[in-house]
């Protein structure tokens, strides 16, 4: 017997089938053959929110969450975070290899050379009300971008996908910009290309009459956390790209689909949700309550858990010192005593010990935003530029990816059999229907 396969017996019909077992998986397909009669649709799996599921084969970003390893294209986060540049990342991510000196310089060219928008996004951006959440202007820019770049649909050119991802990663932080601006009241400052990628947006973002007077520290401080946030494998917004994409509709639509995901609280919106719940509690003195309610189920530590880390977040360890630097330049931000007791309190308590609850990316990040003078509604927005480069390594390698195909899962039915159609004259009122 092949000790790489599954031997499965249907006790149903006490017949037995051997199922290849191939990178400690089986292919869900594989389990067609299990049948009870010939017309049957054959064995399924049902994993509701992909819990133990796959979904592809990719060579982008490892993630071992027991161990708190997360690597892009083989390269420890921590020696990428020390050493590299969120430009080289994004270069290493779309293509594979770091790139040597003359690669990186004609990357980041290119980028600079497509910073700006089309004006008719700025009239679009200046459509929205004075208090529009910035997420919902970039979800609504990113994806109008698709109406301004048409050639975009032809996503069977490999040249022209990398032209649309140019494009994405180099206008991202103008559209990010001018979200910002337009929430302040301030006229939209464009880009300015003798500023490098980080400079140019806090340039655009900050920039009051004239250029902004940079802190060195802070903007490599807010590159490192880019580069930390640049691609985490299968998460949510991913995955929610990767579906779209395969229907093969541009770069830019799918793009958008991953924005909405990354807005919900439970993902990149948590980064929000934290402060504003750091905000409620207020006071050192309130935790204890508060973490009374979180046991209760009334509500969630906001920051902590992951799907995949059962160990802590590398990325928060990383973030975590990050803060310290960025507070000596900006001075201590005084919701950090109300994080940090949160953080040692949870890790002491046996209600997040037994669920492997520890600080993911999201809990610190945003103490460092507020205190870079970024408004809480606009963390997501930082996440969203820092994981740009790797929703669109991850949307190349799904398009490129020869056993992908449009994504369409099966469902199991539970609603009513076969009825009859019921003429309104015969049917319930609704009282008596309800009561029914
Ligand atoms: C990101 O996937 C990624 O990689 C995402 C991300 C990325 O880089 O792309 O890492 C970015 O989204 C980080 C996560 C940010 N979200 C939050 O911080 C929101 C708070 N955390 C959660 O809601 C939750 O932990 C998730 C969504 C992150 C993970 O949810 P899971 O894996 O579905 O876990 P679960 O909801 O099934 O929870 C397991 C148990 C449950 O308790 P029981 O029902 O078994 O009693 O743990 C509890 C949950 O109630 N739990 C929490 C909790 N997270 C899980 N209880 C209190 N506070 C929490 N934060």
């Known amino acids: 017997m092949p000790n790489d396969t599954l031997t499965i017996k249907d006790n149903r019909t006490g017949r037995s089938y051997e199922i290849p077992i191939n990178d400690n998986a089986i292919r869900a397909n594989d389990l067609k053959k299990i049948k009870v009669d010939d017309d049957d649709f054959g064995l399924m799996t049902y994993d509701p929110a992909f819990l133990g599921t796959a979904a592809c084969r990719s060579s982008i970003t490892y993630i071992d969450g027991d161990k708190g390893i997360l690597r892009y294209r083989g390269y420890p986060i921590e020696q990428l975070a020390e050493q590299s540049t969120f430009l080289e990342v994004a270069y290493l991510l779309n293509h594979g290899e770091l790139p040597n000196q003359e690669q990186l310089k004609h990357w980041t060219d290119e980028l600079t050379s ?41 996503i069977a050119d490999p040249k022209n996908r990398y032209l649309q991802r140019i494009r994405l990663l180099a206008k991202a932080p103008t559209i990010a910009a001018f979200a910002f601006r337009h929430s302040r009241g301030l006229p939209f400052v464009f880009p300015d290309n003798d500023f490098d990628y980080i400079g140019n947006f806090v340039n655009m973002t900050f920039s009051i009459g004239g250029r902004h007077k940079p802190n060195k ?64 509690i207020d006071s050192v003195k309130n935790i204890p309550d508060f973490i009374r309610g979180v046991k209760a189920g009334e509500r969630r530590l906001m920051g902590f858990g992951h799907r995949v ?25 005084p919701k950090l005593d109300i994080a940090l007791e949160l953080e040692r309190i949870a890790l002491e308590d046996d209600y997040f010990i037994t669920r492997k609850l520890y600080p993911n990316v999201d809990f610190y990040s945003g103490l460092i935003y507020q205190a870079m003078g970024y408004p809480t509604e606009f963390f997501t927005v ?55």
């Open 309 to 333: 880390y059962k160990s802590y977040d590398p990325r928060a360890k990383l973030i975590k010192e990050i803060a310290y630097e960025v507070f000596e330049q900006t001075g201590l931000n």
């Open 382 to 436: 930082l996440f969203a530029l820092g994981r740009m480069p790797g929703w669109l390594a991850q949307w190349e390698e799904m398009v490129i990816d020869s056993e992908q195909k449009i994504s369409r899962p099966r469902q199991i039915y539970i609603g009513s059999d076969e009825r009859p159609y019921v003429p309104m004259g015969k049917r319930q009122s609704t009282v008596s229907a309800e009561a029914g």
């Open 114 to 154: 497509h910073t700006y928008v089309h004006t008719n996004i700025t009239k679009f951006l200046e459509g929205f009300r004075y208090d529009a959440h910035p997420m919902g202007m970039l979800l609504g820019a990113v994806s109008a971008l698709s109406t301004f770049y048409p050639d975009a649909k032809n």
């Open 217 to 280: 520290v802070l903007q490599r401080a807010l590159e490192v956390l880019f580069i930390l946030h640049a691609d985490h494998e299968q998460n949510c917004s991913t995955n929610a790209i990767r579906a779209v994409g395969s229907s093969h509709v541009d770069l830019f639509s799918a793009v958008s689909a991953g924005i909405a995901a990354l807005y919900g609280p439970l993902h990149g919106g948590a980064n929000e949700a934290v402060l504003n719940m750091l905000d409620e």
